[in-house]
């Protein structure tokens, strides 16, 4: 309701966090976070904690296989003590739909023609919700397929744009996506400059669309370059070892 | 958990291909220009027990959406608004694919585009619906019934939700004391309207975008970008969708398709519901 409504942009122009519009929230990602997975990564921006597992290619039951392909298997899935509310295990309507956006914009670069009849299974859980929670997941799933070594056109970052208070903000936290006009996540393939995931939950002047898309590429190249210099180190630390 | 599904339906190779060639040469195999939509037609009422009801036949597929209005509780966090569910049903009448059961991901998908196209932008002002604040409400379901599907649900079961919506008659309240009760007998007041929506979705081949895509051209595209639009020319909405990717250039085209044929989506569904006698045949 709008008498509730907290003020998203404070008296000298920054945000309830104290970011600027452009800025990111602290990000944090590490790789090799789990001994069974075959590659893994934990994720966090900001308030938001997520971890994502790969396990494959492997076999998969033949009722699913597909003859020229793997298949992507993609479970986006929130723990019961994740927000503020607890939070029912079983998957919701919009689970359903994240795991289904998520999936697609990993078919986008994922080469799934190597490894006809397999599966290649991304698992996300996400483990404290503070916004963004399916942008970090895209990030931390596309870091832990690569740290299981499956072969990528590029790896992805993903980034959700918002409008609070009539500003284009980056990367909104939870009370910006509760309260603010727009929540447009984004997952940016940004090697080669292709975007992979695109939402818009909310309203926006076509003008205000075109800022929101720049900023959000923007952010989601920084993002990219932190994805690169994490799998970077841990090679490094492979080599130095 | 979402998996990679079949092509469906499975087509001749040289079909495929010639659809393709096709569409890279800027044409379509049922003779439309790329942003053409099928002939839509519309039957208004067609379900007298529902509240509003439409039929939205748009080429070959058929959708139906029935409104229903029942009295409930409101959501704990908007005390003084009523409530509006969309729900989507693929039912196995409609599709070989199609099987029994729950709403698979396909169908949320479709009914979560399209509730959030209608909440975003208030299309309908919720705070009109409110009977007793904090304690009773008007509950609003939108069922969007596919019933033959070639291709492009997401439109047709935008327009007929749409359309439904607007000729939706609340039944009478009989208010005596604490008790209320509808009285369907006599249905009056229209839902309150803030604006008309619609989404316009493109099937994607790399830069080039097809509008309204039908099952044959969905089979064959990879991607597909739905972009919802209001009467003030606002972006209420977007969905992409499907296995490939698209640049950011192809994106600021389909924005610039969506205001366009949005706009004239909207001007039929006005002209549908200004005269809807005219619509009342099935």
Known sequence: MSES?????????LRVDGR????????????????????????????????????????????????????????????????????????????????KVIREALEAVVFTDQFPR??????????????????????????????????????????????VDGVIVLDINELEDEYGEADMPLGYAAGIGEIVLLQL????????????????????ERIYAQMKETLHKKYLAVLES | ????????????????????????????????????????????GIIGKAEGSALVKLGGTQVIAGVKAELGSPYEDRPNEGVLQVHAEFVPLASPSFEPGPPNEDAIEVARVIDRSLREPRAIELSKLIVQPGRLAWVIYDDVYVIDHDGNILDAGMIASMI???????PKLEISGESVKINREVKETPLPLNTLVTTVTMGVLGDILVVDPSLEEESVLDTFISISVDEKGRIVGLQKKGLKSITPKTLDSAVEIALKKGEQVLSFIRKVISSPQEYMKW
Do not use: C, W
């Open chain 2, 164 to 170: 439904a919506l607007a000729v939706t008659k609340l």
């Open chain 1, 201 to 220: 939950n909310g309203v926006l002047t076509p003008e205000e669309f075109k800022k929101a898309v720049e900023l959000g590429k923007r952010g989601a």
């Open chain 1, 20 to 99: 600027k519009p452009e800025d990111l929230r602290p990000i944090r990602m590490e790789v090799e976070v789990l001994k069974n997975a075959n590659g893994s990564a934990l994720v966090e921006y900001g308030g938001t904690k997520v971890i994502a597992a790969v396990y494959g290619p492997r076999e998969t039951p033949k009722a699913v296989q597909l003859p020229d392909r793997a298949v992507l298997r993609v479970r986006y899935h929130m723990a019961p003590f994740s927000t503020s509310e607890h939070k029912s295990p079983a998957p919701t309507r919009r689970e359903i739909e994240l795991s």
């Open chain 2, 1 to 44: 958990m979402s998996i990679t599904p079949q092509r469906e339906p499975i087509m001749p190779k040289l079909r495929a291909e010639n659809i393709i060639k096709m569409l890279k040469k800027g044409e379509r195999v049922d003779n439309r220009g790329l942003y053409d939509y099928r002939s839509i037609s519309v039957s208004i």
């Open chain 1, 118 to 163: 397999a599966s290649i299974d991304v698992f996300i859980e996400v483990l404290q919700a503070d916004g963004g929670t399916r942008t970090a997941g895209l990030t931390a799933a596309s870091l832990a397929l690569a740290d299981a070594g499956i072969p990528m056109r590029d790896l992805v970052a993903g980034v959700a744009v918002g409008k």
């Open chain 1, 5 to 13: 409504r907290p003020r998203l942009i404070r008296e000298d122009g």
